[in-house]
């Protein structure tokens, strides 16, 4: 099934439900008020972090010249940045031109100049109150029936993955559904949790990112970035000849060499690179997927553990001593190496070996190169498929994926305008194709008999089950639209009702029940009386009404 073809309730509502807005409805300011006692004060967290955040702080700046003025300079300073080689000189020309006589350089550091009196003036602004109101939204309980379910798209170690689509937002997911007795019969506890809690420390875009983590009373979900374009092996071995092409090849390097990157510096070292872990989107960018296998390494320590996948496994991973972050340069290499030849380094595709002889090729054969290799690719797979991880690229200066970055193989890739997404794909999924297995195709999970839920295993998903997450879930509201479409203010900018502090609302009131509404528990009946919904709602509605008519 095309993706198309799943999105429901398109037109004007970009697949939105009709409903969308009472699943977006702000409370009222005044019960936000614990929520701001309890969040991060600082700068950097609520105006550069967060991309709500962010947005309101720079509508605060535009309401006063001077701030503006410094909002223009960081965004022409980070345009700057990206900036071609060929065309860098002459803008920069053109910044110094504008702005070397400015009031705004008498602040050598215009960030710190922002975090001091203009953050504090922020704050108490109705701009940050409607940062509240979005955090309060952001923080509410997440259930299934958030989410409208379409076909099966795969399957992973614990059950089905699903296309998953946002009523409020219209935004397609995928679902990683993990269901509860296969984790407990195959105690998969640590692993999944382990997953889960390694996704919410990184937001990079060369990896999946979760944007929401719940519940349901036979499965633990993680929502998370889909990816139409299929995976890597997929492309490898099913786009007509086998392997691909060198632009593709150093592109897709790249960008893995930029996700794993990102992970070490949160000190996460991946441990299972392969083709099959490695997603393209509609566009034709790639990420990192599956995180079961990742660990954080301790502070300043090394690790030891015999996990990963036959065949892309390093020396030293085989031979069961302490390593870091080598094991992911050494899959870094095997992938280059397989998207080049069509075959992985120490085996022909589909050629089947015990465990033991592949370890042993391993630790012992040196990897053959063919015609398909030229010399730069020969260069970065030897260098990268070092035996010893002393020896390996990445590995000898602790400099890690700088060192790497600079390696002749990647001599036409911008990693500044790479990172910042502005690199075009060497390809682009046709939207008509269908990049994955057939329903019919993708085996079903057969029913886990002998296993009973208690109360031992509640404490487990409690710590999964955790609802949004933040920068994920703001993007979302941004880049659907829904973040322009309610983030109203009154006439001439003054406050709306629900920004009006004056306004008292008893937390016990009907009202307040209105606005944050928990989910219905297991079991209880979810009917609603629509006579009682309506007046509470029309109550609600002209209690702040009047007042703002009265203002």
């Not at 702080?57 to 700057?80: G, M, P, V, W």
């Not at 999964?464 to 900018?493: A, H």
Request: charged content about 30%; hydrophobic content about 35%.
């Amino acid at each position: 099934m095309e993706t198309q073809l799943l999105l429901g309730n398109g037109g004007n509502r970009k697949g939105r439900s009709r409903k969308w807005k009472e699943f977006l409805r702000f409370p009222h300011i005044n019960e936000c008020t614990e929520l701001e006692k309890s969040i991060e004060q600082d700068y950097y967290s609520l105006c550069v972090k967060q991309p709500i955040g962010k947005q309101l702080f720079r509508l605060f700046c535009a309401t006063k010249s001077d701030l503006q003025h410094c909002i223009n300079l960081l965004d022409e300073t980070a345009e700057y940045e990206v900036t071609p080689d060929d065309k860098r000189k002459n803008f920069g020309k053109e910044l110094i031109n504008k702005y070397l006589t400015s009031q705004v350089f008498k602040h050598s550091f215009i960030l710190f100049y922002l975090s001091g009196a203009p953050f504090a003036e922020y704050q108490k602004s109705m701009y940050f109150d409607r940062f509240l109101q979005w955090k309060m939204v952001e923080r509410r309980p997440i259930t299934r029936d958030i989410f409208r379910e379409y076909r099966v798209l795969g399957k992973g170690g614990f059950g089905e993955v699903c296309a998953y689509q946002s009523r409020a937002s219209g935004k397609m997911y995928a679902c990683k559904k993990l269901e509860k007795k296969r984790i407990k019969k195959q105690r998969g506890e640590a692993m999944a949790l382990n997953e889960k809690q390694i996704l919410e420390r990184v937001n990079s875009r060369f990896v999946v990112s979760l944007a929401y983590a719940y519940e349901t009373k036979e499965d633990l979900c993680l929502v998370l970035t889909l990816m139409n374009g299929g995976d890597l092996r997929f492309h490898i071995y099913n786009m007509g000849t086998e392997g691909l092409n060198k632009e593709r090849v150093e592109f897709y390097a790249a960008e893995i060499l930029c996700g794993l990157s990102h992970l070490h510096k949160k000190s996460i070292v991946y441990r299972d690179l392969k083709p099959e872990n490695i997603l393209l989107d509609d566009n034709g960018h790639i990420r990192i997927s599956d995180l079961g296998l990742a660990i954080i390494l301790p502070e300043e320590k090394l690790v030891k553990g015999r996990v990963g996948t036959v065949g892309y496994m390093a020396p030293e991973v085989i031979t069961n001593t302490y390593y870091s972050v080598s094991v992911d340069w050494w899959g870094l290499g095997c992938l280059i190496y397989e998207m080049t030849d069509g075959n992985p380094p120490f085996r022909k595709h589909k050629e089947r070996l015990p465990r033991q002889e592949m370890e042993r090729r391993v630790l012992e054969m040196i990897e053959n190169y063919g015609k398909k290799f030229d010399e730069d690719t020969k260069y970065i797979c030897k260098s990268l498929l070092a035996k010893n991880p002393k020896e390996r690229l990445g590995c000898k200066y602790g400099r890690g994926s700088e060192v790497i970055k600079g390696h002749v193989f990647f001599k036409d890739i911008n990693f500044t305008r790479l990172e910042a997404g502005m690199m075009p794909p060497p390809f682009v999924p046709d939207p008509r194709a269908v990049y994955c297995a057939d329903v019919l195709d993708i085996d079903q999970f057969s029913t886990v008999k002998g296993v009973s839920l208690g109360e031992v295993d509640e404490n487990f998903y409690s710590k999964f089950n955790t609802g949004s997450v933040p920068v994920p879930w703001q993007n979302e509201m941004i880049e659907t639209e829904c973040f322009k479409d309610l983030n109203v203010f009154g006439p001439r900018g003054t406050r709306t009702p629900d920004l009006d502090r004056s306004i008292v609302i008893p937390k016990t009131s009907s009202e307040t029940q209105l606005i944050h509404r928990s989910p219905p528990e297991y079991g209880r009946s979810k009917k609603k009386c629509k006579t009682c919904a309506n007046w509470k709602k029309t109550k609600l509605t002209n209690i702040l009404n009047s007042r703002f008519d009265d203002n």
